[in-house]
């Protein structure tokens, strides 16, 4: 097996992607495991600071790494929170207050739009010309009042009409088949199934 440095220190998302690609014959590990500390993300966009953490933890474990960003953008605000979704509210982190923000941001605007979104990138070596990049995106609304008690995040404000509840009232293996990192995983498997260098027909 080949071994993989995910570049994260969250045990969920580590025993995600190792389920995830241990039938494709690799070994993942978290940066954790290797000492290596996270990077920084200063950039603008998902994908540049996915990058950005993929070749953090490739050039300093000499190994392929693999990295995720994600977020919740509202159109409505120009796009916010996106990248700054986890620090929306400042640091320390907090949902809560992160929640609470975003609640009195859009307290007056009408169209609550919004989507969640997940972007990965791969990279064999910090070198690699060709990062493979996979992408989810999950569409809902935001609502003003919380429901729910599972999931993280903006998940309790996040609706589904289609659905009828937010992302906090789904089952948590309902809500890993559907969310944007699901759907990011499954085309970034499907991608690496095919082989890292060439193109799925």
């Not at 990138?121 to 999950?138: H, K, M, N, T, Y």
């Not at 589904?160 to 699901?182: F, I, Q, Y």
Request: hydrophobic share 40%.
């Amino acid at each position: 097996m080949r071994r993989l440095v995910l570049a994260s220190s969250n045990p969920g998302k580590l025993r995600e992607f190792h389920g995830l690609l241990a039938p494709l014959q690799w070994d993942v590990v978290s940066q954790t495991t290797l000492g290596i500390g996270e990077a920084e993300e200063p950039h603008m966009t998902f994908l540049e600071n996915a990058l950005a953490k993929a070749r953090h933890v490739a050039s300093l474990s000499g190994l392929p790494a693999l990295a995720d960003d994600s977020g919740l953008c509202v159109p409505a605000l120009g796009g916010e929170p996106g990248v700054q979704s986890a620090r929306y509210a400042g640091e320390p982190r907090s949902d809560q207050r992160n929640n609470d923000k975003l609640v009195q941001a859009l307290a007056s605007v009408e169209d609550r739009r919004a989507f969640y979104v997940c972007v990965l990138v791969f990279v064999e070596s910090i070198q690699d010309p060709v990062p493979l990049v996979a992408e989810g995106r999950w569409a809902g609304e935001m609502l003003l009042l919380p429901r729910g008690d599972d999931g993280f995040g903006y998940d309790p404000l996040f609706y589904l009409p289609e659905l009828g509840c937010t992302a906090a009232e789904l089952p948590p293996d309902r809500k890993n088949r559907m969310s944007h990192r699901a759907q990011a995983l499954a085309q970034f498997h499907d991608r690496l199934r095919c082989g890292v260098t060439t193109e799925c027909p």
